[in-house]
Antibody, heavy 116, light 111 residues
Framework: EVQLVESGGGLVQPGASLRLSCAAS????????MTWVRQAPGKGLEWVST????????YYAGSVKGRFTISRDNSKNTLYLQMNSLRAEDTAVYYC?????????WGRGTLVTVSS | QSVLTQPPSVSGAPGQRVTISCTGS?????????VHWYQQLPGTAPKLLIS???NRPSGVPDRFSGSKSGTSASLVITGLQAEDEADYYC???????????FGGGTKLTVL
């Protein structure tokens, strides 16, 4: 059974950093791209970032490029999202999802709140 | 403003048919990129409803169907049921943005 479990969310001040993790199980992790999608409170879904199975190729939404870094540790079956220079508008539930698009498997999400 | 435009809301009575549109442009849907549809119930993660324009993943009732034409796509729900009340999102790829994009979402109300 495929499972994706996010962690690392919390309350941080503007300008701070946070690292999210997504522990994956139930599939051959390094064979699949992985993606972060976020959802601000009461708002729609927003694609954030995608990484290839090898970790060599990464892709970012314009709203986070230069501030967020996606990475993965295939030996630990874990996906990461390093978030720097956080802004109030980054407040959202962050989901990890399996694949580059057409996400069949999602985690339950972790809430990131950026507020002073 | 989302690159993919969806109506903010649609409604229908139980048993009726509703259509949710997703309008894009020549840089996304019109360029031939696949459209996917998701259903999101309150407080839960999205669920993949339609992949690759018209394919239903295992377990999705055949009351849900997807289509694509030109720069637009549609999700049709027939035999509307109370449990279909949810938010629905379309997704595709936009080559001018080099980004995967979602529609703004459509809230379906079952009257």
């Amino acid at each position: 059974e495929v499972q994706l479990v996010e962690s690392g969310g919390g309350l941080v001040q503007p300008g701070a950093s946070l690292r999210l993790s997504c522990a994956a199980s139930g599939f051959t992790f390094n064979n699949f791209p992985m993606t972060w999608v976020r959802q601000a409170p009461g708002k729609g879904l927003e694609w954030v970032s995608t990484i290839s199975g090898s970790g060599v190729s990464t892709y970012y939404a314009g709203s986070v490029k230069g501030r967020f870094t996606i990475s993965r540790d295939n030996s630990k079956n874990t996906l990461y999202l390093q978030m720097n220079s956080l802004r109030a508008e980054d407040t959202a539930v962050y989901y990890c999802a399996k694949d580059r698009t057409g996400y069949y498997y999602w985690g339950r999400g972790t809430l990131v709140t950026v507020s002073s | 403003q989302s690159v993919l435009t969806q109506p903010p809301s649609v409604s229908g009575a139980p048993g009726q048919r509703v259509t949710i549109s997703c309008t894009g442009s020549s840089s996304n849907i019109g360029a031939g990129y696949d459209v996917h549809w998701y259903q999101q119930l309150p407080g839960t993660a999205p669920k993949l409803l339609i992949s690759g324009n018209f394919n239903r993943p295992s377990g999705v009732p055949d009351r849900f169907s997807g289509s694509k034409s030109g720069t637009s796509a549609s999700l049709v729900i027939t035999g509307l049921q109370a449990e279909d009340e949810a938010d629905y999102y379309c997704q595709s790829y936009d080559f001018s943005l080099s980004a995967w994009v979602f529609g703004g979402g459509t809230k379906l109300t079952v009257l």
